[in-house]
């Protein structure tokens, strides 16, 4: 009997994109991140996407110190890969953003391969009042928003993260940055296997039809052959939907509360732990699992927890 395929299933906590007045599980303290990444993990999510907020406002918070407070508890408790942003938020430097995958060293951070339009405005349409002033703002602001990531500042993040043994979730927005990603492989600067998660749905990138998905892939197949894993992103209602369309290409799959507040039409997910449970209802029904830690490590190339500043 053939064996099962496996896919990497990764878990997106809490983000930079939504605010807390869009949900009431949307976690923000170091607390509620801890345990939903750790419900994530035990519901089957092989790599954890850890970003932090300010407890008080759950304004993104990019410094040192915020996710000191939450990686230890994290990798104490579950044995999944932690993979820390350094895309922070779009409103934020790249000297912000890259800071703490610089200090704590993960196996993984996620590194974003251009520059591009991030609009968020749109969901001042379905919010109308919100807890904290900054939301609005927040959103109001993605109108004139670019969300900057230079060739130079790309090479910068690499040449900080990369000599500590962290690998890189190449997060391409559009056809374009898989190209750029090539542009560094060319050069010598990353070293494969690759993992390219490409990110549908999001106003000012790539849209969430299926031709989309489908050229995604195409692409980077000629990009880079066999050298990579790819995993995909849907943002919003198209999370499962893209999920769906994507493994059955061979894709892994990332959900979490970052991506989407969802968990079918009109039902807000109480977790993200939740939307992992649904994404493997899909892969079952697709004849695949999920693969464990150690499996995404083995695929990855990834250098072991115990290889971390944390």
């Known amino acids: 009997m053939a064996k099962a395929r496996k896919a990497i299933i990764t878990c997106a906590i809490t983000g930079a994109i939504h605010t807390p007045s869009m949900s009431p599980y949307l976690p923000v303290t170091p607390e509620q991140i801890i345990d939903e990444a750790v419900r994530a993990a035990d519901a089957g999510a092989a790599i954890l996407h850890i970003h932090a907020r300010d407890p008080a406002t759950g304004r993104p918070d990019q410094s ?8 230890p508890e994290v990798r104490k408790r579950c044995d999944a890969v932690v993979n820390i942003t350094t895309g922070g938020s779009p409103f934020m430097s790249v000297a912000e953003r890259v800071e703490p995958a610089r200090h704590f060293q993960p196996e993984l951070a996620s590194l974003n391969m251009g520059s591009f339009n991030f609009g968020l405005f749109p969901m001042l349409g379905r919010y109308k009042e919100f807890k904290h002033e900054w939301e609005r703002e927040h959103l109001e602001g993605s109108r004139n928003l670019v969300f900057r990531n230079s060739f130079s500042e790309i090479e910068e993040v690499i040449s900080l993260c990369a000599p500590g043994g962290t690998r890189f979730e190449f997060e391409c927005y559009d056809i374009g940055h898989l190209y750029n990603l090539a542009h560094f492989v060319e050069r010598g600067l990353v070293k494969p296997p690759f993992f390219v998660q490409s990110v549908f749905g999001l106003l000012g990138g790539i849209g969430a039809h299926y031709e989309d998905v489908v050229m995604m892939r195409r692409t980077a197949d000629r990009l880079f052959g066999t050298n990579y894993a790819w995993s995909v992103i849907g943002a919003g209602s198209s999370q499962m939907r893209v999920g769906t369309i994507a493994a059955a290409l061979g894709a892994n799959i990332r959900v979490g509360l970052e991506d989407s507040l ?11 732990a939740e939307q992992v449970k649904n994404v493997r209802l899909i892969l079952d029904g697709l004849g695949m699992e999920a693969a464990t830690p150690e499996e995404a490590r083995a695929v990855l190339g990834l250098k072991g927890g115990s290889a971390v500043n944390f």
Do not use: K
């Open 64 to 71: 040192v110190e915020a996710f000191g407070r939450i990686l």
């Open 262 to 272: 969802w968990a079918g039409p009109g039902r807000l997910a109480t977790s993200s």
